[in-house]
């Protein structure tokens, strides 16, 4: 599964998931018809968080990591479950 489809599982406006141990508040908004999509996820009663844009351009797809560790991110939309 690439990085589009696994981005396009988290669902649009605000929910909560658990991962590892920790329940986070996750936000997705999209932009331009889909073409950039931003995630904030924010550890409830913690001080974890994520947040990144995403585009798609014609270049091809682009992660874009706010403030933190790609990796970071990449393991957030890996273990990220529906």
Not at 13 to 31: C, H, M, N, P, Q
């Amino acid at each position: 599964m690439n990085l589009l489809d696994k981005i396009a599982k988290i669902p649009l406006g605000a929910s909560e998931i658990w991962l590892k141990g920790k329940k986070y508040l996750v936000t997705r908004r999209d932009f331009n018809a889909g073409k950039s999509t931003k995630i904030f996820a924010q550890e409830m009663g913690g001080k974890d968080f994520i947040s990144f844009n995403f585009y798609l351009t014609k270049q091809g797809q682009q992660l874009r990591p706010c403030e933190m560790p790609e990796q970071k991110v990449l393991d957030f939309i890996n273990l990220y479950k529906e």
